[in-house]
């Protein structure tokens, strides 16, 4: 069965610090990747995706990630955090033919 | 243009007790989700609906659980009976079917259900 594995359940940095969240997925064909992230009070909504072409992808908000195929990872970065990045992250995998599979989710706090 | 809107936002039920959750898609969405999500844990797909076909419902628990979309636009997820162990946020996405496993889902608020 897929999986999706995000190794840090909190995170906490300073503002200005550099973030990398991890996401591994467990699955064997084509898959369509994306991180979703939910501010406090708000819906989930999307950050970034990539289904295929260049593994580095931008998102909003200065974030990108790097789907890494040998490694089946989709990890996510920020070169520099706000404040206002203080939100809760989740990976998300959903295959060609297969259905969605979240990760458990990444809570992210930012100290001003 | 309207987001993905549900209803209600909050219920509190005893177990044994039926309850029904409506959700009203973004216009033009053909593809309708169903997730439950427990606390601490991500979304977990419970039914993926193109246009009034249900078309995987394979983590739909359904001795107890059922869904429809009738017309191919809004939605209700019924438990019945439900059980302390139902007790989490049921969230209803849609997306265009155009792009299928690539399109963006886009969320509702989600109902918050506690079962006692």
């Known amino acids: 069965a897929q999986s999706v594995s995000q190794h840090n359940h909190h995170v906490i940095l300073s503002e200005a610090a550099s973030l990398e969240l991890g996401c591994n997925y467990s699955y064997g064909g084509t898959v369509n990747l994306f991180w979703y992230v939910q501010y406090p009070g708000q819906h989930l909504q999307l950050l970034l995706k990539y289904f295929s072409g260049d593994p580095l992808v931008k998102g909003i908000k200065g974030f990108e990630a790097e789907f890494i195929k040998s490694k089946f990872s989709f990890n996510l970065r920020k070169p520099s955090v706000q404040w206002s990045d203080t939100a809760e992250y989740f990976c998300a995998v959903i295959p060609n033919a297969g259905k969605s599979t979240f990760g458990d989710g990444t809570t992210l706090t930012v100290k001003p | 243009e309207a987001g993905v809107v549900q209803s209600p936002r909050y219920k509190i039920i005893e177990k044994k007790q039926p309850v029904a959750f409506w959700c009203n898609p973004i216009?033009?969405?053909?593809?309708l989700y169903w997730y439950r999500q427990n606390l601490g844990q991500g979304p977990e797909l419970l039914i993926r609906y193109e246009n009034e076909e249900a078309v995987d419902d394979s983590q739909l628990p359904k001795d107890r659980f059922s869904a429809e979309r009738l017309k191919g636009v809004d939605s209700t997820l019924k438990i019945q009976p439900a059980e302390l162990g139902d007790s989490a946020v049921y969230l209803c996405?849609?997306?265009?079917?155009?792009?299928?496993?690539?399109?963006?889902?886009?969320f509702g608020p989600g109902t918050r259900l506690l079962v006692l």
């Open positions: 996405a849609s997306s265009s079917a155009a792009g299928g496993p690539r399109e963006t889902q886009y």
């Open positions: 216009s033009g969405h053909n593809t």
